[in-house]
């Protein structure tokens, strides 16, 4: 049967779209999903979302990798999504959704384009050798580190992600190098499997750990670079705990069509 898709980005970080409040597919098995995020035979992907009715939210976000499996939270996925959902006119500038963590609230600007959305509290920060290890919704991996234009990411991420700690759950892997008035980020990601152009979760989890670092107690805005544009991260830190935690970057269609599933 033929499905329709919208396709998204948001800095970069791309993905299929599918309104599924119909539910117009009965199941779809991860073989379909990654054949969809497919950059040769299929459309194209970070990873694919189905927009779902909910009974107590406007919606519910169903996250997949492009190898086809569910995935953890999605920063950059969750931000296109409600700028997928405004399209569809299903709120107009505030909305309060379900993900795999939970609940989210976000806010849209008037143009639909420029999407902050809110994430889940974080309460610990673990240390593995000169790296942060946190879940922001998704499990990160953060290390600091000089010459990051030039650093091999699909390589030493690579290598991070399959050593003997991670290798059986997986982890997303971000370097950071602190520019005079931004952070610049590069992200190896699970589920892809390679450098994607941004990554929500993951600049989420930079900024903490950067925070933590040089103990930024307060109210922190810490704004980041990452191939695919920038971003903007905000939260409160009383030392131990980020709360009031915001994501904020653009989210934009790029094209719509057909695909027969
Ligand atoms: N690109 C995503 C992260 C997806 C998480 C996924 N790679 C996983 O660990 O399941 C983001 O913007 O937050």
Redesign the pocket.
């Known amino acids: 049967m033929n499905i329709k898709f919208y396709k998204y980005q948001?800095a970069g970080?791309d993905f299929v779209l599918i309104d599924h409040r119909q539910a117009p597919l009965k199941t779809i098995d991860t073989k379909a999903v990654a054949q969809l995020c497919d950059r040769r035979f299929g459309i194209g992907a970070?990873?694919l979302m189905f927009l779902l009715d909910s009974d107590k939210y406007d919606f519910e976000m169903v996250?997949h990798?492009a190898d086809g499996n569910l995935?953890?939270?999605?920063?950059?996925?969750?931000r296109c999504i409600v700028a997928f959902a405004k399209y569809l006119g299903i709120f107009d500038t505030e909305t309060n959704f379900l993900a795999v963590d939970g609940p989210h609230y976000a806010k849209i600007s008037a143009e639909g384009n420029w999407v902050e959305l809110q994430m889940i509290d974080v309460d610990s920060i673990n240390i593995d050798a000169d790296a942060f290890v946190l879940n922001?919704?998704?499990?990160h991996y953060v290390k600091e580190v000089t010459d990051l234009e030039t650093l091999d990411v699909y390589t030493e991420g690579y290598n991070i992600r399959n050593n003997e700690t991670y290798k059986a759950n997986?982890?997303?892997v971000n370097f950071v190098e602190r520019k005079p008035d931004h952070l610049f980020v590069r992200?190896f990601?699970?589920?892809?499997e390679d450098e994607?152009y941004?990554?929500?979760?993951?600049v989420?989890a930079v900024a903490m750990a950067m925070a933590k670092k040089q103990r930024q107690i307060g109210q922190v805005v810490t704004p980041v670079t990452v191939l695919g544009g920038n971003l903007e991260i905000n939260f409160r830190y009383d030392g131990e705990k980020f709360t009031d935690v915001f994501l904020c970057g653009p989210a934009e269609k790029v094209f719509e069509g057909e695909v027969s599933l």
Do not use: H, K, L, Q
């Open positions: 948001g970080n970070d990873g996250y990798n995935g953890s939270m999605c920063g950059n996925g969750g922001t919704g998704s499990p997986g982890i997303n992200t990601e699970r589920g892809v994607t941004a990554c929500g979760t993951g989420t």
